[in-house]
């Protein structure tokens, strides 16, 4: 079983919709969590982060965090074109370390 | 704005070629981290450093190094190119411990013919 799971995709959703991006990851005692858009060819930039159980919204952008499930998503409100990009999830696990652990990305298409 | 920027967007090596990717921030954070990323294989750590002089492996260190003489500086080095490494390698920052938020630079898609 991979650490971080993300469905690969491609999602696509119509403009306007809402795009809700799901990991997974396994490990009990992670205490953080983030999500990172990154366009084609360039590198990942950090869309939010959530440390604890709930919702966190910036924007149009909304993080929800079950730890209980071990299950964090991002939901994208009023997509658009512009949004289309591969979502990466990352996990901070329980240990000393400050090391991420990503997930492979999904991809979200939206369509105008 | 927290800024991180590496020595090349594209680079062209040959194998057995001794290669330097350059990482440098422009603040005073401690930990920086290589990563390589790979189509279906996601975002890998090569290596990372906590702070001057120290350095970790990460979950594929096979290959390469690193250094970190100074602060704002953490250098990959592949001793000797292969075609198996022949990646997008992006390098990254953390800012602070306490919020543990890694930010990354452009990266370098490096080609090993």
């Known amino acids: 079983q991979k650490e971080v799971e993300q469905n690969s995709g491609p999602l696509s959703v119509p403009e306007g919709a809402i795009a809700s991006l799901n990991c997974t990851y396994s490990?009990?005692?992670?205490?953080?969590f983030f999500w990172y858009r990154q366009y084609s060819g360039k590198s990942p930039e950090l869309i939010m982060s959530?440390?604890?159980?709930g919702d966190k919204e910036d924007g149009r952008f909304t993080a929800q965090l079950n730890k209980a499930s071990q299950y964090v998503s991002l939901l994208i409100r009023d997509s658009q074109p512009s949004d289309s990009a591969t979502y990466l999830c990352?996990?901070?696990?329980?240990?000393?370390?400050?090391?991420?652990?990503f997930g492979t990305g999904t991809l979200l298409a939206v369509q105008p | 704005d927290v800024k991180v920027t590496q020595s090349s967007r594209y680079l062209v090596k040959r194998t057995g070629e001794k290669v330097f990717l350059e990482c440098v921030q422009d603040?005073?954070?401690?930990?920086m981290f290589w990563y390589r990323q790979d189509p279906g294989l996601g975002l890998r750590l090569i290596y990372f450093?906590?702070?001057?002089?120290?350095?970790e492996k990460g979950d594929i260190p096979e290959g390469y190094s690193v250094s970190r003489e100074k602060k704002e500086r953490f250098s990959l080095i592949l001793e000797s190119a292969s075609t198996n490494q022949t990646s997008m390698y992006l390098c990254?920052?953390?800012?602070?411990?306490?919020?543990?938020?890694?930010?990354f630079g452009p990266g370098t898609r490096l080609t090993v013919l």
């Open positions: 959530i440390y604890s159980n």
């Open positions: 490990d009990r005692v992670s205490q953080s």
């Open positions: 450093s906590y702070d001057v002089k120290m350095k």
């Open positions: 990254a920052i953390m800012t602070s411990s306490s919020t543990d938020t890694q930010y």
């Open positions: 990352a996990v901070r696990n329980g240990g000393a370390t400050n090391k991420l652990i």
């Open positions: 603040m005073d954070h401690e930990n």
